[in-house]
């Protein structure tokens, strides 16, 4: 069956550290994968997309890697800070029509 | 930062009953779409829209659900016969190009269906 899984636990790491969030994936063969940044109530703010031939992109403290073999997406915050804080999704693209499969999301907690 | 919008933020309507909820997507884009998001689950693509007709829906938009823009501004997403099971938050979305686009979502408005 098709499955698309995050951490379901949340992540607690200190305010500096790097966070790691993990997008693994089954029976797909996305185009792209995006990750999503939602605070509670709120709707998906876009934060990163990779394209299924780039191994990794970066924008600021983030940085994305997409294993197409190992069928998995790493998503990493430097110098994680407090307002960091929120839950990250990630969501497959299978053809670039933006009708995006997303994962459960998995909840980041920075502390001081 | 030009943004969509969505209202209502809370409806709360019976069993039955018809609801509209509306979204202006930014004004430049051209793509349009519908998420929604069960309490507590994962957000599900519902339908998206292109040159006023649905470039793809998924098997949750079903008869009962029917999108429209109106006019050049206002996105709308009709649930004709409200059931328990469409409680949800419903997100619209909007994009630039229908390809490989960031997609920039509304804060949603929460269908609470008694």
């Known amino acids: 069956s098709q499955k698309i899984e995050q951490n379901s636990e949340a992540l607690n790491i200190q305010e500096g550290k790097t966070a790691t969030l993990t997008c693994n994936y089954t029976?797909?063969?996305?185009?792209?994968l995006q990750w999503y940044r939602q605070d509670p109530g709120r709707g998906p703010v876009f934060l990163l997309l990779?394209?299924?031939?780039?191994k990794e992109k970066r924008k600021e403290r983030l940085k994305v890697t997409f294993d197409t073999t190992l069928k998995q997406s790493l998503f990493h915050i430097t110098a994680s800070q407090p307002a960091d804080s929120a839950t990250y999704l990630c969501?497959?693209?299978?053809?670039?029509?933006?009708?995006?499969?997303f994962g459960a999301g998995t909840r980041l907690a920075v502390h001081p | 930062e030009p943004e969509v919008t969505q209202t209502p933020s809370h409806q709360v309507t019976q069993m039955g009953q018809e609801v509209i909820l509306r979204c202006v997507p930014i004004?430049?884009?051209?793509?349009f779409y519908w998420y929604r998001q069960i309490l507590g689950q994962k957000v599900e693509f519902l339908v998206s829209?292109?040159?006023?007709?649905?470039?793809?829906k998924s098997e949750i938009f079903d008869d009962q659900f029917s999108v429209e823009r109106p006019d050049g501004s206002n996105f709308t997403l009709k649930i004709r016969s409200t059931k328990l099971e469409d409680s949800a938050m419903y997100f619209c979305?909007?994009?630039?190009?229908?390809?490989?686009?960031?997609?920039?979502f509304g804060e949603g408005s929460r269908l609470t269906v008694l």
């Open positions: 979305a909007s994009s630039e190009a229908e390809k490989v686009g960031e997609l920039f």
């Open positions: 029976n797909y063969s996305p185009a792209y």
């Open positions: 990779i394209r299924e031939n780039e």
């Open positions: 969501a497959l693209d299978l053809a670039g029509y933006n009708k995006l499969i």
């Open positions: 004004s430049n884009h051209l793509y």
């Open positions: 829209f292109y040159n006023n007709e649905i470039s793809e």
